[in-house]
């Protein structure tokens, strides 16, 4: 395990196949899926997504990656950032993040956003970050507002409706 980014409580590993039965057991869950693309994914998504966030992670030096908590070492869910829907041919960088359901309601989710949020705005030449949601997913909107994005447009995504979230560097004011 490579680290990528390590927050107070929280560690983000860059990539790697080492990953793949915990990004697996954390993407076939119906809860943490329930919001996220077309849902739960069998095996054959989870290698092509994490086949893509390493590819992604080889060219760029970013990307999602898998996080553990640092006083348990246990895996607890994934998190980065990426070229919109891994596709480079457009400026927007897009924060995400999944955590398995136990690890909820700790403040996890808005830790490793604003540490995202800063280290994108500090290691990259971008002024603009994003982030989508679905309508229905309250909390996960609540963290990105508590993280000082706001609420831009409603967009299309993987098929569906989703909300896109915003913050500009130069409002940025987590440091």
């Known amino acids: 395990m490579k680290t990528f980014l390590t927050t107070h409580r929280l ?5 790697s196949s080492n990953d ?16 996220i693309g077309n849902g739960r994914r069998n095996k054959k998504e989870a290698r092509t997504g994490l ?3 390493i590819s992604h992670f080889q060219k760029h030096q970013f990307s999602l990656g898998s996080v553990y908590e640092i006083d348990s070492g ?3 869910g994934r998190a980065g950032l990426i070229y919109f829907n891994y596709d480079d041919n457009q400026v927007n960088i897009e924060l995400a993040y999944a955590l398995l359901p136990e690890y909820w309601g700790k403040g ?21 970050l994003i ?9 996960s ?3 990105l507002s508590k993280s000082g994005m706001i609420n831009t447009s409603v967009i299309k995504y993987w098929d569906k409706e989703v ?6 560097k130069q409002k940025s004011d987590l440091n």
């Open 74 to 76: 246990q895996f607890i």
């Open 163 to 168: 909300l896109q979230f915003e913050i500009y």
């Open 20 to 35: 793949f039965d915990n990004l697996y057991n954390l993407q076939s869950n119906s809860k943490v899926m329930k919001f």
């Open 141 to 143: 909107q609540k963290v």
């Open 131 to 139: 982030a989508v949601v679905h309508p229905d997913n309250i909390a």
């Open 51 to 53: 086949e893509k966030a």
């Open 11 to 15: 560690i983000i590993c860059e990539p």
């Open 108 to 128: 996890y989710a808005t830790e490793l956003t604003k540490s995202l949020i800063l280290w994108g705005f500090d290691n990259l030449s971008i002024q603009k």
